[in-house]
């Protein structure tokens, strides 16, 4: 993930601007502050997608509503991709002010990353489903701890070849969020939901008529 990118290089890339121990002592001490005080910013994605679910409810038909749910997703979505291609394009710069940023970016970024996705499945699929898919997103996520180290080496060799193919990956992520753009696709959506929870309600009344 980018945290995981961006965290394995902190030392390597503070150490290349720093001119002496106590500078780059410095960086790694506002680091560990401001992963602490990232507690600061955790309401803040729940917040918004509070707002815009209220939003979402004014639509005067149930379908409409629902319709309007499905499009919630995507500024939260949106802005943690920015802020997370933000944060990896610090590294072009060798200047304590993009340190500075980088760890602002990551006091913002690091509380949001697992409440936004969590947020976005319960909108995207069934409840019924959000435990067995939030724990394949977990799984997805630690089968990337397993490239840290090849994207660690290719960054020692070469920081501008490894940053921009990691940019260009984060950005195609931005089909992600738009792909709920589409109305037809939304409806899709909505009925597939709404198949996969007749077909739970059936099988809980089967359950409850063999008892």
């Given at each position: 993930?980018?945290?995981?990118?961006?965290?394995?290089?902190?030392?390597?890339?503070?150490?290349?601007?720093?001119?002496?121990?106590?500078?780059?002592?410095?960086?790694?001490?506002?680091?560990?502050?401001?992963?602490?005080?990232?507690?600061?910013?955790?309401?803040?994605?729940?917040?918004?997608?509070d707002f815009l679910l209220r939003l979402a409810s004014k639509g005067?038909?149930?379908?409409?509503?629902l319709l309007n749910s499905l499009l919630c997703p995507i500024p939260?979505?949106?802005?943690?991709?920015?802020?997370?291609?933000?944060?990896?394009?610090?590294?072009?710069?060798?200047?304590?002010?993009?340190?500075?940023?980088?760890?602002?970016?990551?006091?913002i970024l690091r509380p949001s990353l697992l409440s936004v996705a969590?947020?976005?499945?319960?909108?995207?699929?069934?409840?019924?489903?959000?435990?067995?898919?939030?724990?394949?997103?977990?799984?997805?996520?630690?089968?990337?701890?397993?490239?840290?180290?090849?994207?660690?080496?290719?960054?020692?060799?070469?920081?501008?070849?490894?940053?921009?193919?990691?940019?260009?990956?984060?950005?195609?992520?931005?089909?992600?969020?738009?792909?709920?753009?589409?109305?037809?696709?939304?409806?899709?959506?909505?009925?597939?939901?709404?198949?996969?929870?007749?077909?739970?309600?059936?099988?809980?009344?089967?359950?409850?008529?063999?008892?």
């Open positions: 993930s980018n945290l995981s990118f961006y965290s394995i290089n902190f030392n390597p890339w503070i150490n290349k601007i720093s001119e002496t121990q106590e500078e780059a002592g410095h960086y790694t001490l506002i680091y560990s502050i401001c992963s602490f005080a990232c507690i600061i910013f955790t309401p803040f994605p729940g917040l918004l997608f005067k038909t149930p379908q409409k509503r939260p979505l949106l802005i943690v991709i920015g802020l997370s291609t933000a944060l990896v394009c610090c590294y072009f710069f060798n200047t304590p002010f993009a340190i500075y940023l980088s760890i602002f970016i990551l006091m969590g947020a976005t499945l319960r909108i995207r699929f069934p409840t019924e489903h959000y435990e067995r898919l939030f724990g394949l997103f977990g799984t997805a996520i630690s089968f990337t701890f397993i490239l840290q180290y090849p994207f660690f080496v290719w960054y020692q060799d070469s920081l501008v070849q490894a940053t921009s193919t990691f940019i260009a990956l984060m950005l195609l992520t931005c089909v992600y969020p738009l792909h709920f753009l589409p109305k037809r696709y939304r409806l899709k959506i909505i009925k597939d939901n709404l198949k996969t929870l007749t077909k739970s309600e059936e099988i809980i009344a089967l359950k409850e008529d063999k008892r």
